[in-house]
């Protein structure tokens, strides 16, 4: 059964390309024919593959400019969570400028102030629910560790306690 | 150009079953799916390595066995299997560079962890405290824990330590 054509008629098509091409004799034509098939055939592929990659699930991480996150290859499913994020810049939760780290770390007021407010707003949204203290830590890999030590330990006063630390999957 | 209109009938006035595609929509449709897909797919997939702070909260070491991985500087770093609070065995490490040193501590758990692992079973080690150390970077900190999160110790911990220490 003949579903796509895919000659070109000599005479109609190729005969109108390929006499703008035309030179004295033994000269190579400048034009060359396309080979619809195989060009098909590979945009069909392209479009497969792309759907099979094709992601519905919503972004769950908004990346803050500067950070460049670490990789591991034992990494879970994002969970929504508050974001905290760490960058050379400074520290963000949930996109909001909590001031530097140092800053951070002598008054961490402000921050656990935030923590709070977030806590209260789920527990307000899921009444009755015990709450998972998640939180997850969006850092740039080149931040000193202690840094990041310092701030996870003040995480579990204002009862956030489960920690996701954001990777890229593969390393 | 390539395309068709329908078929001609045969003989008697029976329609024919074969049918043809006019080529130029078929290829602009493929054309607008794969920039479509394009720009909207996301090529790095992200994740997170869960850590469970046991200062503060509930979330204690549990099972038979505890490690304490202490790093020493982005170049060392010391290994300490527990049982009950009792150093078991302990090992440290060396290396110009950070990954062979990942890789040495990689063999050592396996070393350390097949006698003692029951087969299809969990990992006997189900607790790990990580202590950081000045001019270590998160980067390497996150690296040791997914090699002991390899080797199925889940519930990890960050020491709190200062810069200056």
């Not at chain 1, 850092?139 to 560790?145: F, K, T």
């Not at chain 2, 038979?64 to 010391?78: A, I, K, Q």
């Not at chain 2, 824990?145 to 110790?153: C, F, N, S």
Request: net charge positive.
């Amino acid at each position: 059964m003949s579903i796509v054509s895919n000659t070109l008629k000599p005479g109609v098509f190729e005969h109108h390309l390929v006499g703008r091409g035309k030179g004295g004799p033994g000269k190579r034509s400048m034009l060359s024919g396309l080979m619809l098939t195989p060009m098909v055939d590979m945009f069909s592929l392209l479009v497969i593959f792309l759907l099979q990659a094709f992601s519905t699930s919503p972004e769950l991480l908004v990346m803050v400019k500067g950070v460049t996150l670490p990789s591991a290859s034992t990494g879970k499913e994002i969970k929504d969570a508050p974001v905290l994020a760490v960058a050379p810049a400074g520290i963000f939760l949930d996109q909001k400028d909590m001031g530097s780290a140092e800053e951070v770390l002598k008054d961490p007021t402000l921050l656990l102030k935030k923590l709070g407010e977030l806590r209260k707003l789920w527990l307000k949204g899921n009444p009755g629910e015990a709450f998972p203290g998640e939180i997850t830590l969006q850092a740039h890999r080149e931040i000193p560790s202690t840094l990041i030590s310092q701030l996870m330990a003040i995480l579990p006063s204002a009862h956030y306690g489960s920690i996701q630390l954001a990777v890229i999957s593969g390393g | 150009m390539a395309g068709a209109g329908p078929m001609m009938p045969s003989s008697g006035g029976r329609r024919s079953l074969d049918a043809e595609i006019n080529l130029v929509p078929f290829i602009d449709l493929l054309s607008v799916c794969i920039c479509f897909l394009l720009m909207t797919a996301v090529w790095i997939q992200l994740s997170t390595v869960q850590v469970k702070q046991s200062h503060g909260t509930e979330a204690g070491p549990a099972g038979n066995y505890e490690l304490d991985l202490r790093f020493g500087g982005p170049t060392s770093v010391e290994m300490a299997l527990k049982k009950q609070g009792k150093t078991v065995k302990k090992a440290s490490f060396q290396s110009a560079e950070f990954n062979q040193l990942m890789a040495s501590l990689d063999t050592q758990l396996t070393a350390w962890l097949s006698p003692i692992s029951a087969p299809n079973a969990a990992s006997p080690v189900t607790a790990a405290m990580v202590s950081p150390k000045a001019g270590v970077t998160y980067g390497n900190l996150v690296s040791a824990m997914d090699v002991l999160r390899k080797h199925q110790i889940v519930n990890l911990g960050v020491v709190p330590i200062g810069e200056g220490k």
